[in-house]
Each structure stands twice: as structure tokens, then as C-alpha cells.
């Protein structure tokens, strides 16, 4: 998959790439990488660390101002799930 995203890459720069072309690779990619992994790849890499440490924030903020608790848990699923979204949405 590597070399099909490098490949449209070099041909979309050097104005070769065709819609013919756009087809055939949003159907390859969307048959070896259904699950988006190639975007999310240096995102899921940092994910356990990034994730620990807004879930950390979380569970300070629920022991220091438990009044605006509801409000933290929110920012913080979203500051986990909107990259992954951003990341999809961008593409390769």
C-alpha cells in the first residue's frame, strides 16, 4: 500500500495522474486499508502516551474542581477522538 500512496503521490505532483488513475486507487486503498491505518499510523503511535496524559488531566481535574468535571471528560474525548477524525478526513 506503501507504493500505491507513493506512486500517486509522484504522478499527482509531476500532473500524470488521471481520474481513471483517482478510481482505480480509492478502490485499492479502499480494499487494503478499509480501517484507515495508514493515516492513523503515527497518531496510534503516540496515542498510549497522549491518552495517559489527557486521561490524567481528567482524573486531577474530577479530585480538584469536580464542579466542572462533566465539562473536562468531554474536552478530553475529544481532544482523543477528533485527531483520529482530522487524520481520516485529511487523507493520504
Do not use: C
Not at 495522474?17 to 480494499?31: G, I, P, Q, R, V
Not at 487494503?32 to 486531577?60: I, R, T
Amino acid at each position: 500500500l506503501d507504493a500505491v500512496i507513493q506512486n500517486r503521490k509522484d504522478n499527482v505532483a509531476a500532473k500524470t495522474w488521471s481520474s481513471d488513475n483517482e478510481y482505480a486507487y480509492d478502490f485499492l486503498k479502499t480494499k487494503l486499508d478499509p480501517l484507515h491505518m495508514v493515516e492513523l499510523k503515527g497518531y496510534l503511535g503516540a496515542l498510549p502516551f497522549y491518552g495517559a496524559a489527557v486521561y490524567l488531566a481528567a482524573l486531577a481535574v474530577q479530585q480538584v474542581a469536580r464542579d466542572i468535571f462533566p465539562v473536562a471528560y468531554i474536552v478530553s474525548a475529544l481532544a482523543v477522538f477528533l485527531p483520529i477524525f482530522a487524520l481520516i478526513l485529511k487523507g493520504v
